[in-house]
């Protein structure tokens, strides 16, 4: 048997892949669809009936593959060729002039009809996947790619315009005209795009690289033949002509740009030419030091040799390592015996996908042809199509159309963010320009429909529902997005345009006015597991520029206020049991439902940030941040320097360095700083990551010792409840808010008991509170029975007293009744004993039915009871009260409410003592006369004549007879008279040490007062006879100007305090100066004084306003003043005459 024989019989033995039968039926259906004439010089040649062949192919592909899910049809069809040898022929034979030709335009249709399905994206494999499928998609696979060859390398260069010229008629009509066909046919254009566009080499090698269907040779294709153009007048018409495109429109666009650098895009020819050349440096430099690493650890001529090293301790013991890389360095043995302790902790397998890298971490490069033409189409986009498009998908996610599917909502919120970075780069691209007509910069309002209220609504709802059902590669499109609309506004802030400043600040209000948002990026840090590195870095970057703007909005408004969510306890309803347990149960359910709506409440509150920053400060997030920097080796600057400025602001500005004080942690600063494979010089954060080690480095050393007790916490993640006290060496002190009483209610006056009560309940059945009444009543059941119990008793033990009496019990004391003990009220669960705190209306229906609270304190713990006095009949009364308002809930006259004969009770205000109020306290001393002094005699006093003295606010309800005048006159009168009862020092208050000495010294010290006295002011001359020594007792040592002006050498010595008015330090003066002579007169004019009470008040105020003159001194004194302030005396007691 001849080779070639045995292989006919090797391939005989192996499984057919498709059914015999339908292979030779789509084979001779494209052999009739036509083929390559003879006669027409090579050129394609249609069948007699090549429409009814497409019809069937079509079929064939809908009734076998798409419903029986196989993929035998699309397997027959590209093992004949179909595609490249049948389908792009007969496109491509449609010229450009031929516009009326009915037929080719038809052909053309159920060409475009065969190459959707077979162009279609395959889905991952799944639960669903059958071994058919894992036979034909690999194949398939290789197909599609062959296609989009065959299509963008066609020698005709116009297969992609004639499929853009199949709709074109569709498209020129009214939207009110369309029908459903023409509506369908738009979007079978559409999809064809997207799915060449989707397709991809499945396998690159060296051979085939996959260049000619690569996205630059795409974008090029597309450029050229019109589709680019097609696609912006689509997008620009959304909303208006075109309703059901806008979600495969954006699905093309999202796979033209996803995955393209945008700075790079933007680059100028000498800009990319420099920075190909960095990069060209970059990429030298690191494989220099990729050499010289594999150099030190390279085979030597005596690496034949084996090598035992030990390394012997402290203690005398070693450690053995083996193999000659132990030789290579001083730390090498040590980071080998290192290397093999060391203890990985095993890992699930990742069967959600986690760690799977997503197109989203994925970096694309285009040619430079490719991006000049993307970037125009960028540009035209950004100008004229972006915000119908994005606008008309926000609402058609709002509504939750048929049309989406599962990924169209994340790759919305990716070309929000894409599109958003490329105006940013764009502007400033345009603010360096050199050209000033470009250098003008428009308003921002070419992206204003993702920065509206609705936009921020629907980012926000969308993270919360990915993050709470751990979406990650959906959540994380959802932060580049939320990223770049904080980068946006901050770029508006600082705009040149005022709207634009203005439209800044309004978004930043409602960004920042949410407390679900702000708490959620502090959720959303803290869940990182093991995400790919692409997630980590939109991650940190949201945090760091949320966290920079939210720091910068704050200071720049003083009072800001944010609304948080305020948690409600709910109210449960009692079970329905009986009789009307089946009706029961769908009102309870209603009324859960309702108690659910209710424990949401919102409520505003004043925003703190450094409260808010205190959320970040977790071992959570600080985990994060160090997962982020430890791929320290793909890092650029601006990454660094975010890690960077977390770490500051976590050990520097909040001082929560015990947080950052961990083994780990070291170990990897010092690996990035000082390790083999660290941060290299020449990186640009080198710097600073060093000088943020050292102060690091030194707080550490400080703090341990400090505190010796850190060296075993280095081992162990902290904990919230040891930070503070490893921190500052005490516990938290931690205050505890103590609950306030309810404000107390009352029933309007004028109703009787049963309608108080009325009342009362009906405000509690008002607000769904039926359980508490049934509690209620359930108590005064059980008091009832005990209260009745007790007086029952109490007759008896008085029956039997009066009985033990015998017959002298008319005689004798009869035996007194005592009073019951209270009834406590024991509440049946913890929400009880909360309502009875504070239910205001709860604790309003206690009061009516008087009850009482025997604690007076404000806490939970507060008991209330039943009070003595109330019998069992008075009991019975209310519980037939409680039992008949809520079998029939009572009802009001005209319409009304319990709630209307409802209001708040008033507090009783304390006064606090005030001079000016007549209410207040009496004055500070009683007016208990002068004080006795030995040699005085007591002046004798008028009878002054008794007359009450007026209220002020009696004299403010009379004021229709009063005028003003006379009011005012009244109250200074009252006024004067507490500053005259102020400044009296009595006896009765007034206790010196003298008091208690003997009588001589006390006569001695009166004589010496007598004698100054009669020697009239300081300041006497030598000639004036005897002086002595005043300074003693405090005269003298005042200034010149009064001496002058008073003629006085001096005030008493001791200063009163708290005088009110300048009369009554006249008349001391006055008293001084005059001596005892003076004495007698002033006690005459405050006898005077009295006397004018009763008089006419027009009297009273002239005296009391007319000024006296100071006396003079006479005019042959030579008065002196002291040069020095003279020494103070001891206090002296004043008689109240002197005043």
Known sequence: MSSEEEGNVVLSKLPETVDPMIRAHILSLCSALGGTSTVEDGGYSLGDDALACLKDLKKWLKLYDQKMNRFDVARCMAEANLVKGDLLEILGGWEEDEIEDRIKQRLALGCVELLVPLTWPFERYNEQSTVNHHRHIPVLRFAQAAYKKAILQHPSKRILSNIVRIALPSVAMPPNERTERDEGLIKLVLYFFRNLVMIEHPMVTETDTGEEISRSATIGALKEQNVLHF????????????????????????????????????????????????????????????????????????????????????????????????????STGLDKMDASKKWKKPRGADTKGISRKTEHDMSLTLERRAKAKLREFVEDFLDAGFNPLFSHLRRAIDRDAQRLVESNQQQYFYLIAWFLKAERIRRKTLANSEDPATADLESF??????????????????????????????????????????????????????????????????????????????????SYTRQPFGWLDDCTEMV??????????????????????????????????????????????????????????????????????????????????????????????SQMKRAITFFHRVFVKREQEILMFRIDTIELFNRILQGPDGLPNSHPARQEMDQFFKHYMRRLVKMLEKRPELYAELLFTKV??????????????????????????????????????????????????????????????????????????????????????????????????????????????????????????????????????????????????????????????????????????????????????????????????????????????????????????????????????????????????????AIERALKRRQKEKERLAMIKSSLFVHDSDDESDEERDKQFYEKERIQRAMGPVGLDETAGPQLDFMEYGFGGVGEDWVASVGVGGGNGRKRKNVASEQAKAKKRRAIESGSDDDDRSSADGEKSDDDDGGDDDEEEEEEEEEQPFAQPPPELDIRTPSARPRRRGPVIVSSDEE
């Open 231 to 330: 696609l912006l007048f689509i997008s620009s018409k959304v909303g208006n002509e075109f309703n059901t495109q806008d979600t495969v429109t954006m699905e093309v666009i999202y796979h033209l740009v996803k995955s393209v650098d945008i700075e790079k895009m933007f680059l100028t020819d000498e800009q990319e030419s420099q920075k190909q050349g960095q990069d060209l440096t970059t990429l030298l430099k690191l494989e220099d030091e990729m050499k010289r690493a594999s150099i030190r650890g390279a085979s030597t001529r005596h690496n034949r040799f084996g090598t035992t090293v030990w390394i012997e301790r402290s203690d005398k013991t070693r450690s053995f390592v083996s193999g000659q890389g132990a030789l290579l360095g001083k």
């Open 445 to 526: 309002s070419l992206v204003a429909s993702v920065l509206n209220q609705e936009s921020l609504i629907t980012l926000n709802r969308r993270m919360t529902e990915w993050f709470d059902t751990k979406q990650w590669t959906p959540l994380q499109s959802a932060m580049r997005c939320f990223t770049q609309i904080l980068l946006t506004v901050q770029d508006m802030v600082v705009s040149p345009l005022e709207d634009d400043q203005e439209i800044a600040e309004n978004i930043q209000n409602r960004l920042f006015y949410e407390e679900v948002t702000l708490d959620l990026v502090v959720m959303i840090l803290r």
């Open 544 to 637: 760091h520029v949320h966290l920079k703007m939210l720091e910068r909005f704050s200071k720049q408004h003083e009072h800001m206020f944010i609304r948080s969510r305020k948690r409600a306890r709910a109210q449960r309803k009692k079970n329905v049991t009986g009789e009307d347990g089946a009706e029961g149960v769908p009102e309870e359910e209603e009324d859960e439902e309702l108690a659910e709506q209710s424990k949401a409440a919102m409520k505003e509150r004043a925003f703190d940030y450094s409260r808010f920053e205190q959320k970040f400060l977790t071992q959570g997030c600080l985990d994060t941040f160090l997962a982020f920097i430890g791929n320290y080796k793909e890092l650029n600057y």
């Open 720 to 965: 919230n409840s040891t930070m503070h006290y490893l921190q500052f060496g005490y516990n938290k002190q931690i205050k505890v808010s103590k609950p306030r009483e309810v404000a107390e209610l009352r029933i309007k006056p004028g109703l009787e008991f049963s309608e108080q009560v009325s009342v009362a309940v009906g405000a509690l059945l008002d607000e769904n509170k039926g359980d508490a009444v049934d509690w209620l009543k359930t108590v005064l059941s059980a008091a009832i029975s005990e209260r009745k119990s007790w007086e029952a008793e109490e007759e008896a033990r008085l029956a039997l007293e009066a009985e033990a009496a015998g017959p002298d019990s008319e005689t004798a004391p009869q035996p007194s009744p005592s009073d019951p003990p209270f009834i406590n009220i024991k509440p049946d669960n913890e929400a009880r004993q909360t309502a009875l705190l504070k239910d205001a209306k709860l604790r309003l229906l206690l009061t009516t039915l008087n009850f009482e609270k025997l604690d007076a304190t404000d806490t939970l713990d507060a008991r209330w009871i039943i009070p003595s006095q109330l019998t069992a009949i008075d009991l019975q009364t209310s519980f037939e009260l409680l039992k008949l308002n809520t079998d029939n809930p009572p009802t009001f006259p005209d319409g009304q409410l319990a709630e209307d004969f409802i209001s708040r009770k008033p507090k009783p205000r304390v006064q606090a003592f005030d001079s000016d109020s007549d209410s207040g306290p009496g004055p500070l001393f009683e007016p208990g006369g002068p004080t006795p002094m030995p040699g005085a005699e007591k002046p004798k006093k008028k009878p002054a004549k008794k007359r009450r003295r007026k209220d002020t606010t009696e004299l403010t309800e009379l004021g229709s007879d009063l005028d003003d005048a």
